[in-house]
């Protein structure tokens, strides 16, 4: 009986993609699903969670603001303009997506804490190490390489052919940037602060190198899931895991959502 064939590697690809799908299902729900849902609140409402949702908020939002300001023009001018070493400067701006944050954040900690820049700055009352100023500063080094590569699969999907009409009608380089390609760029650069703001969020390594792991100082999210671990603390410790997978969650589907074309990879 002649009749479609299945193919093999179709059902193959379908199970593995299923099975992928069901493992990450199953570590999260064993994640909120290991305490009590009253537990969970008692801890989320606590005096500790709350500095370090605080914390994280403050810090994250700080260093999505610095991301977004770095990256729009590091992303333009790499996606429209042609010049004497591009290519390195591209590495060297997606080189932190390949370093691990731990060592990020040991190049951070000697930079700012044994170098004279480190030492002019911290003369001047702008201290980085083992303050929340080094989370933020952490959380930019790590994570601006997403915003730079979602900004930058953005502008070059945008035909630079509307730019060229808006100079025609009288916009000089600037006012066509501001008044035509940045609004045409306003889903990729909502995706991309979420996702930066997302990462920012949960950020460790980085930030344990250089911030330090101090209770109501320098506690985020990860840092407190850190040391309720350590200290045997399971409740908080589920807790600031499970408000970080809600917000994971929801900053995927938004990337997902808006994001169209851009992509970090």
């Known amino acids: 009986m002649a009749g ?16 992928l799908a069901l493992f990450i299902l199953v570590q999260i729900i064993c ?11 008692t801890s989320i409402t606590s005096k500790e969670m709350q500095f370090a949702i ?7 939002v700080a260093s999505t603001i610095l991301c977004i300001i770095i990256s729009i023009p590091s992303a333009y001018a790499l996606a429209r303009y042609d010049f004497f070493g591009k290519n390195l400067i591209s590495t060297m701006l997606d080189a932190p997506l390949a370093l691990p944050p731990l060592v990020a954040g040991v190049g951070l900690l ?3 804490g044994t170098t004279s820049f480190g030492k002019a700055l911290a003369e001047a009352s702008i201290v ?11 959380q930019f080094f790590v994570n601006v390489p997403f915003m730079f590569r979602i900004m930058r699969g953005t502008f070059q999907g945008i035909n630079p052919r509307y730019e060229h009409v808006a100079k025609t009608l009288g916009c000089t380089d600037a006012k066509a940037f ?5 609004p045409l760029a306003k889903n990729g650069l909502l995706a991309g602060s979420i996702i930066t703001w997302s990462k920012g ?7 344990l190198m250089v911030a330090g792991a101090t209770r109501m100082k320098t506690e985020t999210l990860p840092i407190s899931l850190y040391l309720n671990m350590s200290c045997g603390e399971l409740d908080l410790a589920i807790a600031a895991a499970t408000i970080l997978i809600l917000i994971s969650l929801g ?6 959502r808006y994001g169209g074309f851009a992509r970090v990879f």
């Open 201 to 207: 969020i949960g950020e460790f390594g980085g930030a």
């Open 54 to 60: 605080e914390l994280s908020l403050i810090t994250s």
């Open 128 to 138: 980085f190490v083992f303050t929340p100023l080094g989370i933020i500063i952490a």
């Open 4 to 19: 479609k064939r299945i193919s093999t590697i179709k059902v193959i690809s379908i199970v593995v993609s299923l099975l």
């Open 110 to 112: 000697i930079l700012f």
């Open 251 to 256: 900053s995927l589907f938004i990337f997902e």
């Open 31 to 41: 994640v909120v699903t290991h305490t009590t849902f009253p537990a969970l609140i």
């Open 178 to 182: 501001w008044r035509v390609t940045l």
